[in-house]
């Protein structure tokens, strides 16, 4: 899996897309506008242009792009795709009573919890809006569709979390609803709204969810310092929010008496001391399950890259190829 | 205006109606499950079942019967619009910080704000699913602009309370966000489902608009008492919650220099003193505020009932006609 890692694949994205992202954030700005309640623009704006990496609508383009469409929609879809997750972002600020995002305070902070909540419910009719424009139902199916996994997701993340008995399927619904439903969505559109072949549609479907899965996986396990077991500054939040991620999953099933005794007070009754997020790491290590979920998070990856085969040779292929290559690399 | 009070209007309704709302029971409490997530149930349960009205609902079966529809789909529109009712439901009572929701305790207070917040979102997500069931694309415009004028309103609503610039154009697009945008997308869905002619749908929209209009105008006019001036248990909670309603925007466009000050005083800045309800509903009547509210909720109601002449002669029409007349009766 050698990468040129000169430029990253989303830098290459946004080059290569980087028309049809302009008239993205032009449909953006235009939406998100409100005549009569500025708060509603003010808030999208603090959050939109803070400068997030935009990989999802340009998942969509992509997409739409590789798979020859050359009509206005894309753009529609792309900025819907943004909206949702945008209002995902403020509602998530809400119920994790999060105080930065994106290296800013969020709006929660700066306004309160009720702008989140409502300019969130505001983006999100504004993507209906704006996916009823092309005028094809089973993109709005599709996206509603994602919408109600991500809400279950978080619900699921919620009531898991401090309980021990989450299994990996559990996890692994936690993860569709946290990334990957709007990854596998915003990739199916595109492939809709370009009225590709079945086989075609399926597999960007198929690309999206896995690639989103390998993505959410990595991001678990650098939340543990990766598989070197090097504990940097942020390493241990999962933990310290006694969440019940891959690696905590995987070490959980295996382990003895005494180390389940840990695992209960830690993560179920929250009494956490001073060297319990090492000892939590040599736990760990010792039953492989750093690597074990590594070597999952691989996997997924290597499943986004096999569907690429099911569509047209593009360059934006290739760039979509070294993306699923690009979210594991981390790993390495 | 004679009106049979033997038996409500919505009462009529829930009646002649009562097939179609069992349909929509059945597939309310289908679609509000979630396999690995009981909590989404468990609150959207607690609230559906304490009994409201289900007045959206029935609006839309009413409307697409009337027009003749003899089709499945007028029930997936109907649960959509009680699905979008009850999340944004959830959603106010996290934005007022509510303790109680037609006589219970609220979900927020029950569970918690997290819970509220995305089993709202997930609501919300499972009624753009239903929607897309009849394949019509214009009903998704629809409850989509619905959405986007219920989640704008409540934002204006927020920044205008406290505010004395608060026009009767503003109080209007917070009225429509609040109460008339779902009941006039709720009419106008019915009539769109059901096929019916172009103008038949605008007066099925016209009529669920005034209707939603009138409703808020005598409910905001109730809160303080309604024209008999008498001070009941709950009157002035929304002068104890500072929020520019119509019968106080009226009083504060005729203050001279001294009731200005008063407003400013009690509303700006909040500082609220024994006597001062008294004080603002001597003022409003002096000004003859709550009768020119009454008034305005008069015209509403008329314009309701005039918007039925271009519907079908049908038994509903009459209840219809009823209901529209009810909703001021309370003035009387």
Chains 1, 2 share one sequence.
Request: aromatic share 6%; with cysteine.
């Amino acid at each position: 899996m050698a990468l040129d890692l000169a430029q990253k694949p989303h830098d290459r994205l946004a080059e290569m897309l980087s028309a049809d992202m302009e008239a993205v954030n032009l449909l953006i700005r235009e939406r998100m506008a409100s005549e009569h309640a500025p708060r509603i623009p003010q808030v999208t704006a603090h959050l939109i242009e803070a400068g997030g990496k935009r990989l999802r609508p340009m998942l969509t383009l992509a997409a739409a792009r590789l798979c020859g469409y050359s009509g206005p929609y894309h753009v529609h879809l792309a900025a819907a795709v943004e909206f949702i997750h945008t209002a995902t972002l403020l509602h998530d600020d809400v119920v994790d009573e999060s105080a930065q995002r994106r290296g800013r305070p969020t709006a929660n902070l700066l306004w309160d919890n009720k702008s989140s909540v409502l300019v969130g419910d505001y983006l999100f009719a504004r993507a209906f809006q704006l996916m009823t424009e092309p005028g094809q139902i089973r993109v709005l199916g599709i996206l509603a569709n994602a919408s109600a996994t991500i809400a279950e997701g978080e619900v699921l993340q919620l009531t898991a979390a401090q309980d021990l008995a989450t299994t990996e399927e559990i996890y692994l619904k936690v993860v569709r609803g946290k990334t990957a439903a709007l990854f596998s969505a915003a990739t199916e559109v595109g492939g809709v709204i370009a009225g590709a072949p079945e086989a075609a549609v399926q597999a960007l479907y198929t690309y999206g969810d896995a690639l989103g899965i390998a993505f959410q996986i990595a991001d678990d396990l650098l939340d543990y310092g990766g598989t070197a077991s090097v504990i940097g500054k942020n390493t241990g939040d999962d933990f310290r929010e006694r969440k019940l991620t891959l690696p905590l999953i995987k070490a959980v099933a295996k382990a003895d008496a005494a180390e389940r005794a840990f695992w209960v007070r830690v993560i179920e009754k929250g009494d956490q001391r001073e060297g319990d997020l090492q000892e939590a790491l040599a736990i760990m290590s010792r039953h492989g399950a750093l690597e074990a979920a590594r070597a999952d998070a691989l996997v997924w990856a290597d499943r986004a890259r096999a569907a690429l085969a099911a569509l047209p040779d593009h360059p934006l292929r290739q760039v979509l190829d070294d993306l699923s290559v690009y979210v594991v690399s981390r790993l390495a």
